[in-house]
């Protein structure tokens, strides 16, 4: 299955997710095609089981999806869409087909059926046709639910630094299409986590294409007679690209492997660790490479900076995954050391509650 979606959507994304469209899109206009074309092909089904109207595709396969839409810099919510219906799933609810998008940061309180409350940074959350979030009902039980997004809500506009929408949206006593109680083994945070993973593959993907593309530039890019590539000094920098990207490869790939039935917490937190720090290293490597015409709106390579940039910070920056990440070994002390790493990092990561991280 994995090499078959793999396939499929890199053939769809290189035909559609052109730097063209990707840039016509930026500043918070819906890919129409684009998104009607991942719908008909019921992509962003694949991790929903069979029974609720999914392909009940593997984290493993679904990674190689998220990793593509980084690669093209797709301007879309397709990692959105597949961990929502995941989520949906695994809530015994039936996955979703349209635009669809998830709400990591919220406070919403659920009560009869309806929902108040704030959704924050919700990506494409003016265009998507439903949210799906995590609710507490008057009880402090945590339910799943997905509210349709409609002009009842406020909505508060605000794009990323790639121009990608990241919206607030406000609810007042909105009628929730459909909820569930959250299910055993997952947290309130499961969106916050699934959402660093996604980020985690779509950097590694973006690493790849630019790896590629400084390496092409630095080949056919001329100086003194001959190609920039061939100067030690250049060459010591693609090689320290090529190491960061191979490193948040193997990290963002080991994340989605172990997340079967659910989240793995410490993996994940090592692959946001990992791919942040290496999204840093490559967007300035790249640039440094490619000199003033990197920086130009006609050349491609800011498409990918810019969405490093960006992602590297959302769902969690390296800083605020570093800190859960010590704080949870740190708290199971010398003993608890191997355990942890030998447990698959399935255990919820400790949140820090101190307003001073």
């Known amino acids: 299955m994995r090499e078959l979606f793999e396939t499929m959507i890199e053939r769809l994304f290189a035909d559609l997710s052109t730097p063209a469209y990707v840039l016509g899109c930026e500043g918070g206009e819906w890919p129409a095609a684009l998104w009607s074309a991942l719908d008909e092909s019921g992509f962003t089904l694949a991790g929903a089981a069979e029974a609720l109207g999914g392909a009940g595709a593997s984290w493993a396969d679904i990674y190689v999806m998220v990793r593509a839409a980084g690669r093209y810099s797709v301007p879309a919510p397709l990692g959105e869409a597949l961990l929502a219906n995941w989520l949906l799933s695994k809530a015994g609810l039936e996955a979703r087909v349209g635009a669809l998008s998830i709400a990591a940061h919220s406070d919403l309180a659920l009560s009869d059926g309806r929902v108040n409350g704030t959704v924050r940074a919700v990506p494409w959350g003016r265009n998507v046709n439903a949210v799906v979030a995590v609710a507490t009902t008057d009880e402090g039980i945590p339910h799943v639910v997905m509210l349709q997004r409609n002009m009842a809500c406020e909505l508060t506009s605000s794009l ?198």
């Open 160 to 357: 990323n630094v790639a121009g990608e929408p990241r919206d607030d949206l406000v609810f007042h006593g909105a009628q929730v299409v459909a909820y569930a109680r959250l299910p055993d083994g997952l947290g309130v945070d499961v969106l916050e986590l699934g959402g660093a993973m996604l980020r985690s593959a779509q950097t590694v993907g973006a690493l790849h294409a630019l790896l590629d593309m400084t390496a092409n530039y630095a080949r056919e890019r001329k100086q003194f007679g001959k190609a920039i590539g061939s100067f030690q000094a250049v060459q010591q920098q693609l090689a320290v690209l090529a190491e960061q990207t191979a490193a948040a490869s193997i990290a963002a790939e080991a994340a989605f492997c172990e997340s079967d039935d659910g989240l793995a917490a410490l993996t994940i937190a090592v692959a946001k660790i990992t791919t942040a720090e290496a999204a840093s290293f490559g967007a300035s490597i790249a640039h440094s490479v490619h000199g003033a015409i990197g920086f130009t709106e006609e050349y491609p390579l800011h498409l990918l900076s810019r969405r490093l940039w960006a992602w590297r910070s959302e769902f969690g920056s390296a800083s605020l995954w570093s800190q859960r990440l010590g704080a949870q070994i740190c708290q199971g002390g010398s003993e608890g050391y191997w355990p942890l790493l030998t447990h698959h990092g399935k255990q919820p990561l400790t949140r820090l509650v101190s307003n001073r991280l």
